[in-house]
C-alpha cells in the first residue's frame, strides 16, 4: 500500500468513528443565525477550559436544555441559575467563574453586537486573525476559545475554511498524516472539514483514539 493509500484510509477510518463535530455532540445544528453561533460561542468557551472535552460538551447542554441558549437569556438568568445549570453538567471545578464570564459575556455581545455574532464576521470581512481578535474581547474566551469558534463554524462561514488548528495539527501527526494544514485540508472535502478537525482534536486529546484508528485502517 502506498503511504498516499495509506493516508486516505486513516482519513476515512477516522471520520467515520470519530468524525462528529463537538457542536454536534452538543446538540446545536450550525446555521449562520444568531442562536446556534451563540451557542457554539459558549461551547468553545466551556471547551478551551483544562476539562475534559465530554464534560465541557454535558454542561453546554444543560445550559441551553435549561434554556440559557441565546445571550439575552444567559444574560437575563441569574448567577446562581448558571452556576446550577453547569453543575448539571458536571462543570464543578470552574462553575463559578465560568457562570460569571459567561453572563459578562453575553452583556458584552448584547451591548457591542446586538448578540449577533455575525456583526464580527461583517467587521472582519475575511480576515481570521481580525476575527479571533473581536472574539477575544469577550470574557472568557482566549485563543484556544477563538480557534474552537472557527473550528467548529467554518462549515457556514467558508470564508475561514479550511481552518485546522495546531491541535488539529498535532492530532494528525500522531495518526502519521501531514503535519501541514493545507496539506491536510486536501484529504478531504469542504463540506468535512470542521468534522475532519474535531476528530484529529480527539486525536490529540486521547491515544486511545490514534490506536484504534491506526489499527482498524492497516
Known amino acids: 500500500m502506498s503511504p498516499r493509500a495509506g493516508q486516505g484510509a486513516i482519513v476515512r477510518t477516522l471520520l467515520d468513528r470519530h468524525g462528529e463535530t463537538y457542536a454536534a455532540q452538543a446538540g446545536i445544528r450550525v446555521r449562520n443565525t444568531p442562536q446556534p453561533l451563540y451557542q457554539v460561542l459558549v461551547l468553545a468557551d466551556l471547551l478551551s477550559t483544562r476539562i475534559r472535552a465530554s464534560v465541557a460538551v ?5 445550559l441551553f436544555d435549561a434554556g440559557m441558549d441565546t445571550p439575552r437569556r444567559m444574560a437575563d438568568a441569574t448567577w446562581q441559575q448558571r452556576v446550577d445549570a453547569l ?19 453575553a ?3 448584547l451591548d457591542k453586537y446586538g448578540g449577533d455574532l455575525r456583526r464580527l464576521r461583517d467587521a472582519a ?5 481580525a476575527l479571533r481578535r473581536s472574539l477575544q474581547e469577550l470574557p472568557g474566551v482566549g485563543p484556544t476559545g477563538s480557534a474552537i ?3 467548529e463554524v467554518q462549515g457556514v462561514w467558508p470564508e475561514y475554511a479550511p481552518y485546522l488548528d495546531a491541535k488539529a495539527v498535532q492530532g494528525a501527526e500522531r495518526l502519521g498524516l501531514p503535519g501541514d494544514s493545507g496539506k491536510l485540508a ?3 472535502g469542504q463540506d468535512e472539514t470542521a468534522a475532519f478537525a474535531s476528530a484529529l482534536v480527539r486525536a490529540a486529546l486521547d491515544r486511545s483514539v490514534v490506536d484504534e484508528v491506526r489499527q482498524a485502517a492497516a
Open 149 to 151: 469558534f472557527l473550528r
Open 107 to 109: 452583556v458584552l455581545l
Open 125 to 129: 470581512d475575511g480576515d481570521a486573525a
Open 58 to 62: 454535558a454542561a453546554a447542554r444543560a
Open 87 to 105: 453543575g448539571e453538567g458536571g462543570y464543578r471545578r470552574y462553575d463559578e467563574s465560568t457562570a460569571t464570564r459567561l453572563g459578562e459575556g
Open 186 to 188: 486536501r484529504l478531504v
